[in-house]
């Protein structure tokens, strides 16, 4: 069965309770059950990870690499600081795609800066949760691509 690693960065456990007006009201816990719902509508398996920690994030991408067929990484803040990040998407050979919760290119100027789009086969940003959803799609067209 086709597999699907998701992946969630730093603060993203905050979500709901965590400035809302940006990143909206739902929590993550919310956002998995979308998840699941779209992964069973679509036919295929995924695994939902959270961490703050950036090496616990690399060890889970380090970990895919022969496990599942793609990954969707909302890598949160680290999307703008993390070369290692980065390298661990370039280091594996599935396809990646980076997701955000909000357009990030409508937000501080730093934010449009990422690091995780130099690994990535495709972004989905600005959509809210429902990006999530958007983002296994992407994930699965770039698998049947292949």
């Known amino acids: 069965m086709t597999s699907i690693l998701v992946l969630n960065g730093p603060n993203l456990n905050m979500l709901g309770s965590r400035e809302p007006e940006i990143y909206g009201s739902n929590s993550l816990a919310a956002i998995e059950k979308i998840c699941r719902k779209r992964a069973k509508e679509l036919g295929i398996d995924i695994e939902f990870l959270h961490s703050n920690h950036e090496g616990a994030l690399i060890d889970a991408i380090h970990d895919a690499s022969e496990k599942v067929d793609a990954i969707v990484i909302n890598a949160a803040a680290y999307t703008h600081t993390s070369v290692a990040l980065m390298d661990a998407l370039k280091s594996v ?28 086969d495709g972004i989905i940003c600005g959509f809210g949760a429902n990006g999530y959803a958007l983002a296994l799609d992407a994930a699965l067209g770039l698998i049947d691509a292949k």
């Not at 396809?95 to 990535?120: C, D, G, M, Q, W």
């Open 93 to 120: 050979p599935q396809p990646v795609v980076e997701l955000h919760l909000t357009n990030t290119h409508r937000r501080e100027s730093f934010r449009a800066k990422s690091y995780i789009s130099l690994a990535a």
